[in-house]
């Protein structure tokens, strides 16, 4: 009988054994190809995109999958979804820069159960199970407990946020008000955020497959995961992540730009 344990299990499995087949293109001199949205993909990408699909496939037949690089394949009479990003952090993996990450969330409607962010070459995992905490290479995760914005470390994944206007003067403000910011970015950095090493991470523009586990993992961590409007949400197409202590006065911010 499948458990929501059970789903945890495979999603570990599964995304180090993607993981396994990006790590045999990492720092190999891969090229990247330029999707019509601009944005790199490799046949790394591919490669394990389609391990997670067959291993879906395999043990799952019934389930809907919705991933990056193949789409949407629609559940057959099942309430289960899987998310996958293959390579979340393309950009870093064609650059030989470790911090990309494979993600798998399972949902069960608008939510997810199951929630991983898989960092193949630095050999960790965030993993969280809906109401079962969130944890980290297998101890419990939780965000840190600074409460005042000046002690705080702010993260994006790009400092380029010229094409949204309001959001830039926001990420500005939030500049000035921080004491620390850098661009460790994509998945790794909301995992710095549920792992308590940063307090704040911010992106103008997410997809779906980049939302899909964080939610989860960063409210089962202590904190928040949220649009630009505060609202708890993976189907935003942007994201907000506080330690949860800086929630308010980090949406105070944004709301008076």
């Known amino acids: 009988m499948s458990t929501p344990q059970t789903f945890l299990e495979f999603a570990l499995d599964a995304v180090w054994q993607a993981g ?4 045999g293109y990492f720092q190999s001199g891969i090229t990247a190809e330029r999707k019509a949205d601009n944005t790199p993909v490799t046949t790394a ?3 394990a995109e389609q391990k ?9 037949p019934a389930h ?3 991933g990056e690089e193949y789409g949407r394949s629609p559940a057959q009479d099942s309430p289960y979804t899987w998310i996958l990003d293959p390579i979340d952090g393309t950009k870093s993996f064609v650059s030989g820069v470790p911090i990309y990450a ?6 069960d409607g608008a939510e997810a159960l199951v929630g991983v962010a898989h960092f193949p070459a630095l050999n960790e995992a965030v993993y969280a199970l809906r109401g079962g905490g969130c944890y980290w290479n297998g ?4 965000v840190s407990q600074v409460s005042q914005l000046q002690d705080a470390v702010l993260l994006s994944s790009d400092i380029n946020y010229a094409p949204h206007p309001g959001k830039a003067e926001a990420w500005q403000r939030l500049v000035a008000a921080t004491y620390i910011q850098r661009t460790w970015g994509d998945a790794y950095g909301y995992s710095l955020v549920a792992t308590g090493r940063a307090e704040i991470m911010v992106d103008p523009i997410m997809a779906l497959w980049d939302t899909a586990p964080l939610q ?3 409210e089962e961590a202590g904190g928040t995961f949220t649009d630009w409007h505060g609202r ?3 189907h935003a197409g942007e994201s907000i992540a506080t330690n949860g202590a800086l929630f308010t006065a980090v949406m105070d911010v944004v709301r008076s730009a």
């Open 102 to 107: 494979t993600l798998l969330a399972l949902t």
């Open 20 to 23: 396994r087949i990006t790590l």
């Open 232 to 234: 708890p949400t993976i």
């Open 139 to 142: 101890r419990r995760a939780h």
């Open 45 to 47: 990408d591919r490669q």
């Open 52 to 60: 997670l699909r067959e291993l879906i496939g395999r043990y799952w």
């Open 216 to 218: 989860l993992i960063l």
């Open 64 to 66: 809907g999958i919705i």
